[in-house]
């Protein structure tokens, strides 16, 4: 009677190790699977909020460059954007001369050069648009890019953001 327990007990032990073995590995499959997923679905969202933002600065831009605004203005303008988008934004012309940047000064401005040949800029020059995924040479991390041309009848300059 001892020897039919201990064989019913240690067949059930190894069946609950069976089910918690097969439990845990779909756990870690599901785990890996959901961790991707929502990697992807989290970029795909934030790459969708910065196109609007952009298009909305644009836009604005588009409307305080034809009420001929101040350098300062601008300034003032693009900086209280920058901080509540939590976005770094320049805005150049089609010179390469930056008019604008959230985060540098008109000191620092003036030392800068812009790389029209960075993936966004080439295909907003071509399409109006551009976006690219790089890593950013200034703080040394993996960021999305975005710029457009703007100007209401003609490109008069390009808008270039990316998350901070």
Not at 3 to 23: D, L, M
Not at 122 to 150: D, H, P, V
């Amino acid at each position: 009677m001892k020897r039919f327990e201990f064989i019913r007990t240690n067949i059930q032990s190894k069946i609950i190790i069976f089910f918690c073995v097969i439990t845990g590995i779909v756990l870690i499959g599901l785990y890996f699977y959901l961790n991707n997923y929502l990697v992807e679905y989290n970029t795909s969202q934030i790459q969708s909020n910065l196109q609007k933002e952009l298009f909305l600065i644009r836009s604005y831009i588009e409307t305080k460059i034809d009420e001929k605004s101040t350098d300062d203005e601008l300034k003032t303008i693009i900086n209280n954007l920058s901080t509540k988008l939590s976005v770094r934004i320049t805005i150049f012309d089609l010179s390469k001369k930056i008019l604008v940047d959230s985060k540098l000064t008109k000191t620092e401005i003036h030392n800068q050069k812009i790389n029209i040949y960075r993936p966004e800029i080439i295909q907003a020059l071509k399409n109006r648009y551009g976006q690219s995924r790089r890593i950013s040479k200034s703080i040394n991390e993996e960021r999305l890019f975005f710029a457009t041309l703007f100007g209401k009848n003609k490109p008069i300059g390009i808008t270039k953001l990316f998350a901070l």
